[in-house]
């Protein structure tokens, strides 16, 4: 088992990175974690791993009980926290009491979020299944809901006592939601780590077939990146905001094309056109514009798509300014392994990048 330590003061936490879930009693035991439990999940992980780990759970003296609602992220609503919540209550569970979040980002993000404001804040188990979550959402406390066709719009940070990664758990992920995962594994490279970068384009293959001690080795890594971004700025009042490298562009692709398109799909075409605009800018060269492009090929990223209304797609992005004090911030590369972020990227700019990436 590989071990990180994500030093927030009195919100540190560990992340381990395994194969399987005999683990996990030892680490809930080394968090001192409460025998109350309310396992979260949706309908998607239910039959997968629910009864599994309520059994192993169970069978270990935890009192137990588990929630599934309907997977997808137009559930990701204040609604479903209510029945989160409810379940709480159902359950008995109080101040002392914990919540496991086993699934997906919508999962961890709605569980974080219960577990946010569920009497005024209990602990939460952070077990993500999937490539995105793990590479991302699962790490660094930003939890929350979708709210008036805007993503994330209500929330808390909060974060987790402990993330548990079975990377054994890529097995059942469809392959698309494999590839919306690298996204976000290939953007850490981009902004950070140029060495890592090299390291997920020489090791694809072993990577495509999930070789567990080659994706304990990624996740590992992936997430110190993230996790040192996190300790840096854990509300995201500057460094933090790297982190949405790829997501300017991609977040108003996905809200324009009503969510049909993976997260990570949007994110590889919001990269490739913030990649774009740092060569236009001089920032990067042609070269590594194409370095860029190749990586995401290497793990099947559509490179181009139909952008339908290109007013539409910067109508949204200018929802985001709003978010943000009224400047939009734009991430840019200056070279594999190093972003800065930008206030002055031109509609100009992003109209260009919108025709690069468009079909
Ligand atoms: N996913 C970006 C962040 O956690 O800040």
Redesign the pocket.
Known sequence: MERLYVNLGENSYDIVFTTGFDGLLGELEKINAPKKLLIVTDTNVEPLYGGELKEILEKNGYDCALYAFEAGEEHKSMDSILGICAACMEHGLDRKSQIIALGGGVVGDMAGFAAAIYMRGISFVQIPTTLLSQS??S??G?TGVDFMDSKNTLGAFHQPSLVYINVETLKTLPKEQFVSGMG?VIKHGIIRDAQFFDYITANSEKIKALHSDTLIKMSKTNCAI?AA??EKDEK?SGL?AI??FG?TIGHAIEAAAHFTKTHGECVGLGMRAAAYISKERGMISAAELEKIERAMELYDFKLSCKIEDRDAVYEIMQKDKKKTAGTLKFVLTEGIGSAVIKKDVTREEIYAAMDYIGE
């Open positions: 991302d959402s790490v660094g930003k976000e993230k971004v996190v995201e933090r982190l949405n997501h």
